[in-house]
């Protein structure tokens, strides 16, 4: 891992509040709301993704149920993959949580070389893959920060169920 200076810590915040956003806006889900923000090195926006059903997919409250909600749900980092209109390599994801070792085999394959995230994926399954995978990346970073936690507040989500 990277340190990174300043500035760039300063737009990481940035992205990864309006991942937030993102996700607290148009998830669905009423449990875990997931945001993605893919962005071109030269901090471009180009893509959104949130935790989801497919787009014609009926949703019903029983299927946002665990555990059949696995069954249906793509998730944020993916989605924002499949919605960008642009190569991706080389770009950049921001999520509000820590992608799953799947996830993080689809943004190498999508050519991300930087991944950033908020919350720790608690129940992490795979570690060894995940730990493998994101060494495959530029850079991996988990970053805290208050202004996010006053976000979440505000739109009255609390992410320990996660």
């Known amino acids: 891992m990277k340190l990174t200076n300043e500035k760039q810590l300063k737009m990481d ?14 998830s669905k889900d009423p449990r875990t709301k997931v945001g993605a923000i893919i962005v071109t090195e030269d901090t471009r926006q180009v ?3 949130y935790n989801g059903f497919p787009s014609k997919l009926k949703e019903t ?5 665990k555990p059949l909600k696995y069954d249906y749900v793509i998730h944020a980092e993916l989605n ?16 509000t949580h ?46 805290d920060d208050e202004q996010i936690d006053k976000i979440i507040a505000a739109y009255g989500y609390d992410d320990l169920a996660y």
């Open 80 to 95: 924002a993959i499949m919605n960008c209109p642009f190569d991706t390599k080389g770009a950049w994801l921001y999520c």
């Open 47 to 49: 893509s959104i993704g």
């Open 61 to 65: 409250p029983e299927r946002w149920e």
């Open 98 to 143: 820590q992608p799953c070792h799947r996830c993080l085999e689809h943004l190498v394959n999508a050519g991300i070389k930087r991944v950033v995230y908020n919350r720790v994926y608690r129940s992490l399954t795979h570690k060894d893959i995940w730990d493998e995978v994101s060494n495959l990346f530029d850079e991996v970073l988990q970053i």
């Open 13 to 26: 915040k940035h992205f990864l509040r309006l991942a937030w956003v993102t996700g607290m806006n148009l």
